[in-house]
């Protein structure tokens, strides 16, 4: 017998499956067969499991399989010799239609098909057969007696124009034929279909033999398996458990746009008499009935259909209870089948108003069962879910993350996002979180970077792709690489000049000439020759010569070794990429590269043996294709197996559980929460094949469609919410604040309420007005960031003196200093917050400082904000585009021409031009040279004033060097720090003993070099600038207080852009030290706290006399031109003084402070 349980509460199936569960265990005579619950995913078959266990004490010996697996079981029940799996299923089809579709598209029926393949591409016909081969297995399922009458010899079908495509019927009867040549297995869905039927109207089992089936939680499935499961019904108990949305027959209800379009046709026929009473007729009831039930539920009424349609004992397990919240009354009114309690559809001036005869429903003010989000982006939207959970569970103790599901149309894409927001958060605020239906691809960097290396065939095989296929940790251990070689690897192999390309024949993939220089064989040719050879002679290739690469030398020879190893493999992978091969070649080929390039740790087995599986499963389609493939077709064949293999699909208990919004997925939880519905997305889109006959036919009832796929499944997540329904989208452009709209059911969802609710207390009001607070209640506009004051505002309950947190405030802590300063004015929302405005630790500290070298305070003051990072904590900024870059050079950037114009004074060379490109440091071709002529007119003019200033070229007149070491007395006059901000482990006594001021004593060492005949002489290939001044100053400063400088000497620093050298006379030695306390003063408070001096942008105010041009000057230093990048723009200066108008006062001081008596010594005023 065919049973119908039907039910608008999940719960309420279950328990009538156990029940009907226990009378089967309580039955001593088949206690070891296995009961059978057909579920349509492993989602539902887990909380099955969970619901008996919780009702029977234990759930086993229950098998959960999908309705299509058991059905081919039941077909291998009845047919000998069927194999475990179909020779039409849709993989097997595919390689068998690549085999016999180019002999057959010379048919004239086949015109179309020839025309697409005529480019002879073979991925283009590997892709059509996929397409294809969908088709058809999409007829085996909806259309089989179509594939029945083509076996026949019948071209033509009922209820669609084959003529429009004439080639699928003579194509699929060449598929029948060619399954018979490989001596396949003839059967498929169709007629085992019509095998499986015949015989089950033949069986005489009784009912007592066989355990019941039952079919639980399927919202939709084809009439050919609804058939089989009415036949099995004779022989024995099948048990169909629907989860019906509403208590009343509403298998002909049709939603509003059917409804206009059925009265206009009436309207347009008004002379026929069956338009004259076709719609009058109808009871207006049986038109809409609920709105969101009659727009979303076509998939649903179907399935109603199709089963009522069947000798079926109906079993009702409908709950109804009084409806408190706005959710229960929703969901009450789609279970009554009524809009605002009428059964009738409500008239016009009812909708337009709050109601008369039906009023709408008024809501407590604490009602927050839906809420509505907009944000700007995804990020936002987890963000915004993160604090509303947090709210929800301390609000609901009751509540727990296991109650809560979290569905978007895309896990995948949302994936980094959600453990970036979910799994950065501290102790106190983490939520434990599982994420569900991602494949094994986008789980595993393994098998992503293994798909990687099986594209190299379609990369240039730039700098950073090969980079971050070396950084897979299974790779690492394959070849012994460490963090450190790697990072050691990464800066070799970017100054060999390696860019992109295996070698020169490799470019010509990109029609582009066999040049060498910059490929992978180039740099590593370089790296060899430079351990073999060092660095100063040139390796003669058989294109042309190669500089060795100088900085490879002692142990780290060894991470050069193996890298080389890593590359001869990666070469031998490139290899079989541009081969083709037979399949059975290209699965082994494959096979042995994860042997050579991966050492799987106990994390990594299981995908490994997932990516095992896909290629070894692939070989049962070598016979089905006897030729050769290219790569492409193997890399789309292996990406399709992966993809379709899943892990972690299970819910987690315990856990807030994200997962795609999939069909049948209507597992009850108390806090449902739907992200992404944004217009576009949601419904999710799915372009029609054009030669599929089904959409050009008329369609039946059962056929899929994923748009009505979407909307009853968006139906079935609202029926599920128990406590609180979650809607999120992004309603803002996250560039410009411009508004976007939601997906068209959220719109709908939204307009239902306003015509349905009310807040309570607004009964009275104007329509508008009522809409529009119900509106505010329940949909929520988010600010762009999670700092925003909104976020940490507070709101006073008229009867509480405390301030009580907003329903929209954050419970993240590390915002809210941002957040304070936004809202006291402290800081402009249009301007970043003052970086460490107070210092980091105690002055007792400070003053344990007792030594300094020069070279120290040198690095100090020539970036005193990076140097801040670098010794308070080990931190490096880098710039967004100071990255490896994967392009050879084109021209020379400001840096490469400043490198080379070192080079040139420093370094004597006959041919720069043939030792630069063999470096890989030039373009290619004339534009070499082109370049290399400024820069040698440069670096002549620097040599000739050089020469000039020491008496002689600079390998004839050698520098010398002068030892400094002194003691200085200073005043250490900063602020006094706070007690509570002192040391904890600092005593009181010493504490007390320090005061704001007091006398300091330190000593400074170092050594000067670049000395000749007394003269400190400093160069630079371009224009001398502000730190560079400061640079020279501070050196002579020091020579002179250590008492090496005569009278007569002077401090030199040439530029070649100077028409004349920066020069400097003798200080006075007490002079000196004078001006060295203020420098060491200073630098002892740039350990404290940041000292916002900024050299160039100093030097340039400082050296005009008249303001404006001054402040000018300053300006363009400080933020740049488009013609040079501004001092401001250095990542550490950026970080700590985004705008120097907020620092200009201690830019101020410190300047005057340095700067000043050098002016004074030069006889210049600033």
């Not at 328990?15 to 070891?32: M, N, P, R, T």
């Not at 058939?227 to 019906?244: Q, T, Y």
Request: negative net charge; hydrophobic residues 40%.
């Amino acid at each position: 017998m065919l049973h119908l349980v039907q039910s608008n509460k999940m719960e309420s199936l279950a328990a009538y499956l156990i029940g009907w569960l226990g009378e089967s265990k309580s039955s001593l005579d088949d206690i070891f067969s296995p009961d059978v619950v057909l579920v349509q995913s492993p989602g539902m078959a887990q909380w099955l499991k969970i619901e008996i266990a919780q009702a029977l004490g234990i759930s086993a010996n229950i098998d959960f399989p999908l309705p299509s697996s058991y059905i081919w079981q039941l077909y291998k029940g009845h047919v000998n010799d069927l194999p475990e799996q179909s020779a039409f299923t849709k993989d097997n089809m595919t390689w068998k239609l690549m085999s016999i579709l180019p002999e057959m598209s010379d048919r004239t029926e086949f015109a179309s098909i020839a025309q697409y393949l005529d480019d002879q591409q073979p991925l283009k016909l590997y892709q059509l057969c996929q397409k294809i081969a969908d088709i058809y297995d999409q007829y085996l399922v909806y259309r089989p007696e179509w594939i029945l009458a083509w076996e026949q010899g019948e071209n033509n079908v009922a209820d669609t124009d084959v003529s429009a495509q004439p080639w699928q019927p003579i194509l699929w009867r060449a598929l029948v034929e060619y399954a018979k040549e490989l001596d396949e297995s003839p059967y498929h869905r169709a007629n085992l279909h019509t095998r499986l039927m015949a015989e089950l109207e033949d069986t005489k089992s009784s009912k007592d033999e066989l355990k019941p089936l039952f079919v639980f939680g399927l919202s939709a499935m084809p009439v050919q398996q609804l058939e089989i499961f009415s036949a099995l019904a004779k022989s024995r108990d099948v048990i169909i458990f629907w989860f019906n949305p509403s208590a009343h027959y509403w298998g002909d209800i049709v939603d509003n746009k059917q409804v206009l379009q059925a009265k206009l046709q009436s309207l347009l026929a008004q002379a026929s008499e069956d338009a004259q009473s076709g719609l009058s007729g109808m009871d207006d009831y049986l038109l809409v009935g609920n709105p969101l039930l009659a727009s979303w539920g076509k998939q649903g009424r179907d399935y109603q259909d199709m089963i009522l349609g069947l000798e079926v004992e109906l079993h009702d397990a409908f709950i109804e209870q009084e409806p408190e919240s706005l959710l229960e009354h929703m969901q009450h009114e789609v279970l009554a089948l009524t809009h605002r309690g009428a059964i009738e559809p409500l008239p016009a001036q009812e909708l337009l108003t709050n109601g008369e005869e039906y009023p709408k429903i008024p809501l407590a003010e604490d009602d927050m069962t839906l809420q509505v989000h907009a944000c700007h982006s995804a990020v936002r939207e987890l963000e915004v879910l993160h604090d509303q959970l947090l709210h929800l569970f301390a609000d609901h103790p009751e509540l727990h993350p296991g109650d809560v599901i979290v569905m978007m149309p895309d896990v995948a894409s949302y994936a980094p996002i959600i453990d970036g927001v979910f799994g950065g958060t501290d102790k106190a605020l983490h939520i434990p979180y599982a994420i569900s239906d991602r494949n094994a691809q986008q789980e595993s960097p393994l098998l992503n970077s293994f798909i990687q290396l099986m594209s190299l065939h379609q990369s240039r095989i730039g700098l950073s792709d090969v980079l971050a296929l070396c950084e897979v940790p299974a790779v690492q251990r394959k070849f012994d690489i460490t963090p450190e070689e790697f990072d050691l690897l990464s800066v070799w192999l970017a100054d060999a000049g390696v860019r992109w390309g295996w070698d020169g024949q490799d470019k010509t993939r990109w029609a582009l000439p066999n040049e060498p220089q910059n490929t992978w064989l180039f740099g590593l040719q370089r790296l060899l020759a430079g351990y073999a050879m060092g660095g100063e002679s040139m390796f003669d290739d058989a294109h042309e010569p190669i500089a060795p690469y100088e900085h490879i030398e002692g142990q780290h020879v060894v991470a050069l070794g193996k890298f080389y190893l890593f590359s001869r493999e990666l070469g031998n992978a490139l290899a079989f990429c541009q081969s083709a091969a037979s399949l059975h070649a290209k699965i082994k080929g494959a096979l042995s590269l994860i042997e050579q390039l991966y050492l799987p740790d106990d994390d990594d087995q299981t995908y490994v043996l997932q990516l095992r599986q896909s290629l070894e499963q692939m070989t049962v389609h070598e016979h089905q294709f006897s030729g050769e493939i290219v790569h492409d077709v193997f890399l789309a064949e292996l990406e399709q197996s992966l993809s379709s293999k899943g892990v972690g699909q299970r819910f987690l208990a315990g856990y807030v559980n994200f997962c795609t919004l999939m069909p049948m997925r209507s597992v009850p939880f108390k806090v449902v929460c739907l992200l992404g519905l944004n217009d576009g997305d949601y419904p999710r889109q799915v372009v029609p094949v054009g030669f599929d006959l089904m959409r050009i036919g008329k369609g039946r009832r059962g056929d899929r469609s994923r748009r009505l796929d979407d909307r009853y499944l968006f139906l079935e997540a609202i029926l599920s919410a128990r406590k609180r329904l979650y809607l999120s989208f992004q309603g803002f452009s996250a560039k410009d604040n411009s508004p976007r709209s939601p997906s068209i059911l959220l719109s709908e969802l939204l307009e239902y309420t306003q015509q349905t609710f009310c807040l309570a207390g607004d009964e009275s009001l104007e329509t508008k007005t009522c809409a529009d607070n119900l509106a505010k209640h329940i949909y929520h506009e988010h600010a762009l960031q999670p700092f925003n004051p909104v976020y940490f505002a507070t709101k006073r309950d008229a009867h509480e003196e405390e301030p009580l947190p907003s329903a929209m405030a954050s419970f993240q802590t590390p915002w809210l200093a941002l957040a304070q300063q936004l809202t006291d004015g402290s800081v402009h929302s249009d301007k970043e917050v003052d970086f460490c405005p107070a210092p980091l630790f105690s002055l007792p500290e400070l003053a344990q400082v007792t030594e300094v070298e020069l070279d120290e305070l040198l690095i100090f003051f020539s970036n005193p904000a990076k140097a801040f990072f670098s010794q308070r904590w080990q931190t490096r900024l880098t710039r967004v585009y100071d990255v490896q870059s994967d392009d050879e050079p084109f021209e020379l950037d400001a840096l490469s021409r400043y490198v080379l114009n070192e080079r040139f004074v420093t370094t004597q060379q006959q041919d720069w031009t043939t030792r630069l490109r063999a470096e890989g440091k030039l373009p290619t071709g004339n534009i070499a040279d082109i370049s290399l002529q400024p820069i040698r007119k440069q670096s002549r003019a620097l040599i000739d004033a050089l020469v000039a200033l020491i008496g002689g070229p600079l390998d004839e007149v050698p520098p010398t060097r002068a030892e400094v070491n002194f003691e200085l007395s200073y005043l250490l006059d900063i602020s006094p720090v706070p007690a509570s901000e002192l040391n904890a482990n600092t005593n009181s006594s010493t504490q007390n003993s320090v005061s704001a001021t007091s006398t300091q004593r330190i000593q400074i060492t170092g050594w000067v070099d670049n000395l000749y005949g007394g003269n400190l002489v400093l160069w630079r290939p371009g224009k001398v600038k502000g730190n560079n001044v400061l640079q020279l100053w501070l050196t002579w400063l020091a020579l002179c207080a250590n008492g090496s400088v005569a009278k007569h000497q002077r401090a030199y620093y040439i530029g070649v852009e100077d028409k004349e050298p920066f020069s400097i006379g003798a200080v006075d030695k007490d002079e000196a030290k004078t001006q060295l306390a203020i420098f060491i003063r200073y630098w002892r408070l740039g350990q404290l706290q940041v000292l916002h001096f900024y050299p160039k942008t100093a030097y340039e105010w400082l050296s005009v006399g008249d303001e404006a041009k001054a402040l000018m000057k300053a300006k363009n230093a400080f933020y740049g031109s488009y013609f040079a990048k501004g001092e401001g723009e250095e990542p550490h200066i950026r970080r700590v003084c985004p705008d120097l108008n907020q620092h200009f006062c201690a830019f101020s001081e410190v300047s005057h402070a340095l700067f000043d008596p050098l002016f004074d010594a030069l006889g210049e005023a600033s």
